[in-house]
Nanobody, 124 residues
Framework: QVQVVQSGGGLVQAGGSLKLSCTVS????????VGWFRQAPGKEREGVSC????????WYGDSVKGRFTISKDNDKNTLYLKMDNLEPEDTAMYYC?????????????????WGQGTQVTVSP
């Protein structure tokens, strides 16, 4: 059984930083592309970032490029999202997906194995 446990998040002022973590059991992150999604109130869920199973290739949504950094520690089976220079528009519930739907960051993900979600709130 796959378990996905998120941590991190919280309230921060604009321009600040936060780091999200996502620890997975029952699935080997090294075998899957994995990533982060977010959903703000009244908006559809959107992909934020992805890292491939091999070679560490990354993808970022246009709105977070240059500000967010995705990484993973295969030994700890943990995925991270470092968020810098946060903006109020980044306020959302963030979810990790321990399977993007392929070993690469495909353009139309079919995510599986969701974390419980963690709230990120950025004040002006």
């Amino acid at each position: 059984q796959v378990q996905v446990v998120q941590s991190g998040g919280g309230l921060v002022q604009a321009g600040g930083s936060l780091k999200l973590s996502c620890t997975v059991s029952g699935l080997t992150l090294a075998d899957y592309a994995v990533g982060w999604f977010r959903q703000a109130p009244g908006k559809e869920r959107e992909g934020v970032s992805c890292i491939s199973a091999h070679f560490g290739r990354t993808w970022y949504g246009d709105s977070v490029k240059g500000r967010f950094t995705i990484s993973k520690d295969n030994d700890k089976n943990t995925l991270y999202l470092k968020m810098d220079n946060l903006e109020p528009e980044d306020t959302a519930m963030y979810y990790c997906a321990a399977d993007w739907g392929a070993s690469t960051c495909i353009a139309v993900p079919v995510p599986h194995h969701w974390g419980q979600g963690t709230q990120v709130t950025v004040s002006p």
